[in-house]
C-alpha cells in the first residue's frame, strides 16, 4: 500500500494561473487613468530632465549654449529689415533740435531692438520747449521724430530770470533780455506763472491802454498791478479784475484821467476807487495850499 503512494514535486504541480500579488496591483493601478498616464508620460519626462540636467550642470555646457542663444539672438535682430539706417526730426527750431539730438542715437546703423523708444520720447518731453513728441521707426529704416514744441504766449520775470511760459504756465525756455521777445507781453510776481490764463484776459481787455502797459505783477499771489509807463499804476482787486480795468477805461475815455498827473488808481475797493498823485504833483499842491492859507490868513 505505502509503494503505491508517489510524492509529487512541486514543479510537477500544475501553473496556478491567477496573478502574483505584486502584479494583481500593477494590473489594477494601470487601470486607473491618472497612473496610467503618468506611468507613459511621466517617466519619459523624468528621464529627460534628469539627462538634461546632468548636461547644464557642467560649466563649459552652459556657457556653449548661452554663447549660442547670444548667437542666434544678434543675427536675429541684425537682420536688414530690423536696422535703423537714419532719423528725422520734424518741429522746432534750431535750438531745440539741437536738445533733442542730443537724446538721439548718433551712431547708425542701429537695430531697432536696441532703441528705447518709449524712454527716447519721456526723455524728450523732459525739455522744456517740448509739449508733446511721438518716436517710431518709420518706412525706409528711418527713426521718426515729430516734435510738438510748446508755444510761448508770456514773459514770466522770475527774479533776474525771463522765463518764456504758455498758456498753461509751463516753462518753455528763457531768454536774456526783454528786448528779445517784445512780442510777448510781461508778467511777475510769486504766482503770476500759475494764473497766466488771467493776466492773458486783462492784456486783451487793456484796449486803448495796451500801448501804454508794460506788465503785470501779482501782488500776494491774490492780485495783479497793472503796471504802466511814466511809473503809472492801476491797482485791480482779486475779484473781477477785467471789469475793473474796463472801469479805469470807462473813466480815463470821460476824464482822459491818466494823461494827468496820477501816480496810482486803486480799484481794490471798487465801490470807491482812489487816485493818488505822484510826487511832484502832491509837493506842488501842498505848496499851492500852503500859499493860499498864508494869503487868507493876510487878508
Given at each position: 500500500?505505502?509503494?503505491?503512494?508517489?510524492?509529487?514535486?512541486?514543479?510537477?504541480?500544475?501553473?496556478?494561473?491567477?496573478?502574483?500579488?505584486?502584479?494583481?496591483?500593477?494590473?489594477?493601478?494601470?487601470?486607473t487613468?491618472?497612473?496610467?498616464?503618468?506611468?507613459?508620460?511621466?517617466?519619459p519626462?523624468?528621464?529627460?530632465?534628469?539627462?538634461?540636467?546632468?548636461?547644464?550642470?557642467?560649466?563649459?555646457?552652459?556657457?556653449?549654449?548661452?554663447?549660442?542663444?547670444?548667437?542666434?539672438?544678434?543675427?536675429?535682430?541684425?537682420?536688414?529689415?530690423?536696422?535703423?539706417?537714419?532719423?528725422?526730426?520734424?518741429?522746432?527750431d534750431l535750438?531745440?533740435?539741437?536738445e533733442?539730438?542730443?537724446?538721439?542715437?548718433?551712431?547708425?546703423?542701429?537695430?531697432?531692438?536696441?532703441?528705447?523708444?518709449?524712454?527716447?520720447?519721456?526723455?524728450?518731453?523732459?525739455?522744456?520747449?517740448?509739449?508733446?513728441?511721438?518716436?517710431?521707426?518709420?518706412?525706409?529704416?528711418?527713426?521718426?521724430?515729430?516734435?510738438?514744441?510748446?508755444?510761448?504766449?508770456?514773459?514770466?520775470?522770475?527774479?533776474?530770470?525771463l522765463?518764456?511760459i504758455?498758456?498753461?504756465?509751463?516753462?518753455?525756455?528763457?531768454?536774456?533780455?526783454r528786448?528779445?521777445r517784445?512780442?510777448?507781453?510781461?508778467?511777475?510776481?510769486?504766482?503770476?506763472e500759475?494764473?497766466?490764463?488771467?493776466?492773458?484776459?486783462?492784456?486783451a481787455?487793456?484796449?486803448?491802454?495796451?500801448?501804454?502797459?508794460r506788465?503785470l505783477?501779482?501782488?500776494?499771489?491774490?492780485r495783479?498791478?497793472m503796471?504802466?509807463?511814466?511809473?503809472q499804476?492801476?491797482?485791480?482787486?482779486?475779484?473781477?479784475?477785467?471789469?475793473?480795468?474796463?472801469?479805469?477805461?470807462?473813466?480815463?475815455d470821460?476824464?482822459?484821467?491818466?494823461?494827468?498827473?496820477?501816480?496810482?488808481?486803486?480799484?481794490?475797493?471798487?465801490?470807491?476807487?482812489?487816485?493818488?498823485?505822484?510826487?511832484?504833483?502832491?509837493e506842488?499842491?501842498?505848496?499851492?495850499?500852503?500859499?493860499?492859507?498864508?494869503?487868507?490868513?493876510?487878508n
Amino acid at each position: 500500500m505505502r509503494s503505491l503512494i508517489r510524492r509529487t514535486s512541486p514543479a510537477a504541480l500544475p501553473r496556478d494561473p491567477a496573478p502574483s500579488r505584486m502584479g494583481y496591483r500593477y494590473q489594477r493601478m494601470m487601470l486607473t487613468p491618472g497612473f496610467r498616464g503618468t506611468v507613459r508620460i511621466g517617466v519619459p519626462i523624468l528621464l529627460i530632465v534628469i539627462i538634461a540636467g546632468s548636461w547644464y550642470s557642467k560649466l563649459e555646457n552652459r556657457a556653449a549654449l548661452a554663447k549660442t542663444i547670444e548667437e542666434t539672438k544678434q543675427s536675429f535682430q541684425e537682420r536688414p529689415q530690423f536696422m535703423v539706417q537714419s532719423m528725422n526730426v520734424i518741429g522746432g527750431d534750431l535750438s531745440v533740435l539741437t536738445e533733442v539730438a542730443a537724446l538721439l542715437p548718433s551712431d547708425f546703423p542701429v537695430s531697432s531692438f536696441d532703441l528705447d523708444l518709449e524712454k527716447i520720447r519721456t526723455d524728450i518731453e523732459a525739455l522744456d520747449p517740448i509739449k508733446s513728441a511721438s518716436v517710431r521707426v518709420g518706412q525706409g529704416g528711418a527713426l521718426d521724430v515729430r516734435l510738438t514744441p510748446r508755444v510761448p504766449v508770456a514773459l514770466w520775470r522770475d527774479g533776474t530770470l525771463l522765463r518764456l511760459i504758455d498758456a498753461d504756465g509751463v516753462q518753455s525756455g528763457e531768454i536774456a533780455a526783454r528786448a528779445d521777445r517784445l512780442d510777448l507781453p510781461l508778467i511777475a510776481g510769486d504766482g503770476a506763472e500759475d494764473n497766466i490764463a488771467e493776466a492773458l484776459r486783462l492784456f486783451a481787455a487793456a484796449g486803448p491802454l495796451i500801448d501804454r502797459v508794460r506788465g503785470l505783477v501779482r501782488m500776494g499771489e491774490r492780485r495783479w498791478d497793472m503796471v504802466l509807463d511814466r511809473d503809472q499804476r492801476i491797482l485791480l482787486p482779486s475779484e473781477n479784475p477785467v471789469a475793473a480795468l474796463d472801469r479805469v477805461i470807462a473813466l480815463n475815455d470821460a476824464q482822459d484821467m491818466l494823461s494827468r498827473d496820477v501816480a496810482v488808481v486803486d480799484m481794490r475797493n471798487t465801490n470807491r476807487p482812489t487816485l493818488r498823485m505822484n510826487e511832484e504833483a502832491a509837493e506842488a499842491l501842498r505848496r499851492s495850499t500852503t500859499t493860499i492859507s498864508t494869503n487868507e490868513a493876510g487878508n
